[in-house]
């Protein structure tokens, strides 16, 4: 790995990040979380993977016009991710936020991985970026995943079920083996990232006590209690 | 083609054996004749019979537009901006540069990579980190650096538009409420960086302070040598292999 450049100052805040297939159940858990952490009081920000005014324009048209190569792919995604962690997700934690992150770089690495990105450029690129201080990574298995996902949304994208891969014809199909594809990077970074994983196939309610545990055990959850609250 | 092709790890899906064309890059700040040079040496290509495109930064069919639009409006922090370019200029490469060069043809680029690498240094990007991000660029044939004293720089662009131009004066990291000083200074430190690039990049500098007669028989000479390793113009590929026009649709 090349030296990561550091932010120099100080940033108080902290960053929980869920990673996972969609369909794995991690937006409902973070959503819980950002519940549990608003009612209790305390500085909690949210912010998940979409597209900022900025770039969404030129993705969408790209995406359309079928304009992207994965090197292109990347970079563009890149670029919006720049624009979001720098106008929110940094200066949040420069305030003391608890950020939780729907997503976060590592489904570029793995989704750009699969396109044939170079997974160390991919690491170098996205170097600027702070490591969350947790991060959960919710198991299931792909076939389950793949059929909530399929069951509730017919029309899948084209990027979305990695059509551009060539992996089949069949929107389904394709979009199958690129989750397995996805899946399979996830797994491959887990240690490098020291992924908290969670077992996705439990009852949610069950999910969730262990995630708040977790939560509390690292961070010093006091700390960042609303002053001005009753 | 020079022997190693990427600066970095290149391109995924796509094949760079077998480029026969040349990449020229020709680098210099706004006002130091880099345009005109250009405009000079696509005519005098095509009029010895090689097919010529002209390529530059905030071309691409991708994000051209969108640059364009957050360059007026100065709507982006630096690694955000760096990015962008680096979608621009990624798009072009692929799209444009690579299938030009595969077809035999000489690619003038106007600006490349260590513009936007010493833009971004200046204003105090972590250069290791831009040199990751730019490791997908091909390897030029060659690099002019047109090199003007900022003094010159300034009197020729205020000659020509009357004004000084907010980017090319770094009023976005500005240490002066003198825009003029702010140019001059901006300018300086911008030539610092490329000289400071030069050994690593082999930049060939070009005392831009001359006769624009001058400049482009020196440009002519030193790329004529390159040339020669070419097959004679009249076995390139057809001038229609690739549309010669700036945007494609």
């Known amino acids: ?230 | 083609m020079s022997a190693d092709r990427f600066f970095g790890r290149g391109l995924p899906d796509v094949d760079v054996s077998g480029l026969k064309g040349r990449l020229i890059v020709i680098e210099g700040s706004d006002g130091s004749g880099r345009s005109t040079q250009i405009r000079l040496l696509s005519d005098w290509l095509e009029r010895i019979g090689y097919p010529t495109l002209t390529v530059g930064l905030r071309r691409s069919t991708l994000v051209g537009e969108e640059l364009e639009r957050a360059k007026r409006g100065n709507i982006m922090s630096s690694i955000t901006h760096c990015l962008f370019y680096a979608t621009d200029f990624a798009d072009q490469l692929e799209n444009r540069i690579i299938p030009a060069l595969r077809s035999g043809f000489i690619v003038l680029a106007d600006r490349y990579i260590y513009t936007l690498m010493a833009r971004e240094i200046v204003r105090g990007s972590d250069p290791e980190w831009i040199r990751g991000v730019y490791g997908i660029a091909l390897v030029p044939d060659a690099v002019f650096y047109i090199q003007v004293p900022p003094k010159v720089l300034a009197e020729r662009t205020l000659r020509k538009n009357l004004v000084l131009d907010y980017w090319e004066s770094g009023m976005d990291i500005r240490r002066s409420g003198d825009m003029y000083e702010c140019f001059i200074n901006y300018q300086t430190r911008l030539q610092h960086t490329f000289n400071s690039m030069q050994g690593a990049y082999g930049f060939q500098i070009i005392n831009g302070n001359r006769l624009q007669r001058t400049i482009t028989n020196e440009l002519q000479a030193r790329i004529g040598e390159i040339l020669h390793a070419l097959p004679p113009p009249a076995a390139a590929a057809p001038a229609t292999a690739v549309e010669n026009e700036e945007k494609t649709e």
């Open chain 1, 1 to 230: 790995m090349t030296p990561r450049k550091q932010p120099l100052k100080e940033t108080p805040g902290k960053l929980i990040a869920v990673e996972g297939l969609d369909g794995s159940g991690k937006s409902t858990q973070i959503y819980l979380v950002k519940r549990w952490l608003e009612l209790e009081g305390f500085k909690v920000a949210f912010t998940e993977w979409n597209s900022s005014d900025l770039v969404k324009e030129a993705t969408r048209k790209g995406k359309k016009r079928k304009l992207l190569t994965p090197t292109t792919f990347s970079l563009i995604h890149c670029t919006d991710f720049a624009d979001r962690y720098e106008r929110q997700i940094l200066p949040l934690m420069r305030a003391g936020f608890i950020v939780l992150a729907d997503r976060f770089m590592f489904t570029a690495f793995a989704r750009d991985a699969v396109r044939g990105c170079d997974p160390s450029w991919l690491r170098e690129m996205y170097s600027f970026v702070i490591q969350p201080d947790i991060t959960f990574f919710f198991k299931v298995p792909v076939e389950t995943a793949v059929s909530r996902i399929l069951g509730g949304r017919p029309e899948l994208k084209y990027h979305e079920a990695g059509l551009d891969l060539g992996l089949s014809t069949d929107p389904e199909e394709s979009f199958r083996l690129f989750q397995s594809r996805i899946y399979e990077e996830y797994l491959n970074m887990a240690v490098e990232f020291n992924f908290t994983m969670v077992n996705g196939s439990e009852p949610p309610n069950v999910q969730q006590e262990k995630l708040r545990n977790i939560i509390r055990q690292k961070i010093d959850l006091p700390r960042f209690k609303w002053r001005d609250r009753k």
